[in-house]
């Protein structure tokens, strides 16, 4: 199959958490990601689920090998209004700022455009109902800041292998800048532990896009 053939066949379903072969196969999926897959943090999903602010959808592509393209579970994306720890700039309960997370495609399905297409998926979804709303003005994410990739440094591009991990191959920064998002900061977020038992600080850079100028209740 063409890669844009692929890409343009590309679509994004909602994940049911309750479904136990849907909670294996997500984490499944977060255990080759290498983040989030402790029954701890999924069992958290399914109740920001319940509480509808967090909208998780599987990313799809037809299996043509099968009789009816039966849709393959190519990865995931999350659509959320609250983030952790909570940032008013990054997620909104009510919903006027969104942010994306917890993006992974499997290795077999990356370089075919999937990730760009899902992210237009989700951009257009989080201006309407019910898992987005009209309110919805920006869409944020945080993505690894580019000092870890071309600052010398331990703290910077000396983490990996600190951490005892290949470094990234690109810049996932630089790939949301070609979709239109702009950092407005950086900080550090996460922390890791090296493989001297000494506390790594991750940094990412805040990043946010313009889904609609204004919002339909507010005067233009």
């Known amino acids: ?3 844009t053939s692929l890409a343009s066949q ?4 909602p994940v049911n958490l309750h479904d136990a072969d849907q909670f294996a196969e997500i984490q499944r999926q977060r ?10 943090t999924l069992q958290t999903w399914k109740e920001k689920q319940q509480a509808a602010v967090k909208s998780l959808f599987w990313i799809t592509v037809p299996d043509s090998s099968t009789e009816n393209n039966y849709p393959i579970r190519a990865g995931h994306i999350s ?7 909570p940032d008013l700039d990054l997620a909104r309960a009510d919903k006027s700022a969104l942010t994306i997370s917890s993006f992974f495609l499997l ?6 455009g999937l990730g760009q297409r899902a992210m237009a998926l989700v951009e257009e979804i989080a201006v309407v109902e019910p898992y987005g709303s009209p309110r919805c003005r920006f869409i944020t994410l945080t993505a690894l800041s580019k000092r870890h990739i071309d600052d010398d440094g331990p703290e910077w591009r000396g983490v990996w ?4 991990k290949s470094p990234p191959s690109f810049s996932i920064k630089e790939w949301y800048e070609k979709l239109g998002y702009v950092s407005w900061k950086e900080e550090p977020l996460y922390e890791e532990i090296a493989l001297d038992g000494q506390v790594v600080k991750i940094w990412e850079a805040f990043m946010r896009k313009e889904v609609q100028s204004t919002s339909p209740s507010e005067p233009s």
Do not use: K
């Open 1 to 3: 199959m063409a890669t």
């Open 10 to 13: 590309c679509r994004v379903e």
């Open 31 to 40: 255990v080759i990601c290498g983040w989030s897959f402790d029954l701890q």
């Open 79 to 85: 659509l959320n209004a609250y983030c952790d720890p």
């Open 107 to 112: 290795p077999e399905y990356r370089a075919h």
């Open 161 to 164: 292998e600190r951490l005892g």
